[in-house]
């Protein structure tokens, strides 16, 4: 039964999903969608981003229980049913969806693992939790990673001893995973499929080995600043509440994602379909343009989430470290290969900002196609030592 949830999941999911592409396609076009036009008219690109900011606030003014929870916040509510908040279910759905039309930096996998929770709970009503759990898990096979959803949907659980810890979480998740990925037709060309055409590059000499592990520890480092960046900036958005002192602020927020479209336009969307034109040498940008490109969609991402544009982080957060990753590759070109800054970045930001390392680890892999291993176990490492740190030293609170 979990493997025909998580089937079911997974193959409904990627038909949400492939309208929503289509959708955003026919609005805006390949060269906007891939980050390639800087051709986009300023007045077009404010008023289909400012438009949809002025819907999402009109759609989320009768309160937080119309914005889209998170990923961890869906599987706390699987968790424990009877605490979950109420929540305008329509509303939300709908505006994450115009979200990602809209142009927000932000991921799908909120809206696809709600959707697949909803579904699932009209189907069960309550009677079996490991067969929701499985079918959210199928919902994560979007991102090629077949036992990703077992791990993050293990990871988060808390059952009370080791051996309901696999039967309970771990199988169930994972034969969802499975079965998720199964539906989607395996790797696609939305998850790690950017990165099949690059030549896998294997350090020869002595000067290479040292070359990419200084990109790996640097890269590691420069993500674990990052990752402590955007957790401290979402904390002081919410901390401001700003949907409840003003709604409009959907709307502003549509507005400087309109500009950013013509001025960078690697800020917006999500980013799997910047990947491929960023990392094949498609997209010309300057590396002082793919830097600030990346700093501020970290930025727009915290903003996007704070000021109801929800959705996800596991794409945006790749974009940004891939692109960090190609701008300081070309300014230190002898330094490490693109895999090995692109890796280390990805494994220190995604652990900052994930609770479960096995998740971190699959869901790396997945997206970089093996390129850059061993960096991203180094910058995985060293998050992993460097947020443990932090948390006993009494540093800030670091959201999951």
């Known amino acids: 039964m979990a493997l025909l949830t998580g089937a079911l999941s997974g193959a409904g999911v990627s038909v949400v999903m492939g309208w929503i592409g289509a959708l955003s396609q026919l609005l805006w076009g390949d060269p906007v969608l891939e980050g390639l036009d800087r051709g986009l008219p300023l007045g077009w690109s404010l008023l289909i981003c400012g438009g949809s900011g002025l819907t ?3 759609l989320h003014r009768p309160g937080p229980t119309t914005l889209l929870p998170e990923l961890r916040d869906t599987l706390s509510d699987l968790r424990d049913p009877d ?4 929540r305008d279910e329509a509303r939300g759905l709908l505006g994450a969806a115009l979200a990602q039309v809209g142009g927000g930096c932000i991921g799908p996998e909120a809206l696809m693992s709600r959707m697949a929770a909803l579904i699932s709970q009209r189907i069960w009503r309550g009677r079996d939790q490991k067969l929701q759990e499985a079918t959210v898990a199928g919902s994560l096979a979007f991102f090629g990673a077949p036992l990703l959803g077992g791990a993050v949907v293990g990871e988060v659980s808390h059952p009370k001893s080791r051996k309901q810890t696999f039967l309970d979480r771990w199988l169930p998740g994972s034969l969802g995973g499975v079965a998720g990925f199964a539906a ?14 690059l030549p896998y590059i294997w350090p020869s000499t002595l000067g290479e080995d040292l070359g990419s592990l200084s ?10 600043g990052l990752g402590w960046l955007l957790l401290r900036w979402r904390g002081w958005l919410e901390q401001r509440q700003l949907l409840a002192r003003w709604p409009w602020w959907p709307l502003l927020t549509g507005l400087l994602l309109g500009a950013c479209m013509h001025w960078l336009p690697l800020v917006p969307f999500a980013g799997e379909d910047q990947l491929r034109p960023l990392l094949e040498g498609q997209n010309s940008s300057e590396a002082w343009v793919l830097l600030l490109s990346a700093i501020v969609k970290l930025l727009m991402l915290g903003l996007c989430l704070e000021t109801g544009w929800r959705g996800g982080v596991f794409f945006p957060l790749f974009l940004v470290a891939c692109a960090l990753g190609m701008g300081l590759h070309l300014l230190l070109p ?3 290969s693109l895999g090995s800054w692109c890796g280390s970045l990805t494994g220190a930001l995604y652990r900052f900002m994930l609770p479960a390392p096995l998740a971190v680890l699959l869901l790396g892999v997945a997206l970089l196609q093996g390129h850059g291993a061993a960096g991203l176990l180094v910058g995985l490492g060293m998050a992993h030592l460097i947020r443990g740190r932090a948390e006993r030293d009494g540093g800030p609170p670091l959201r999951p």
């Open 83 to 86: 605490q979950a908040p109420k």
């Open 56 to 58: 999402l606030s009109l």
């Open 334 to 336: 002898d330094l490490g």
């Open 184 to 197: 989607f037709n395996g790797l696609g060309t939305a998850s790690g499929g950017s990165l099949q055409r």
């Open 215 to 224: 990109a790996g520890l640097l890269g590691g480092l420069i993500g674990c």
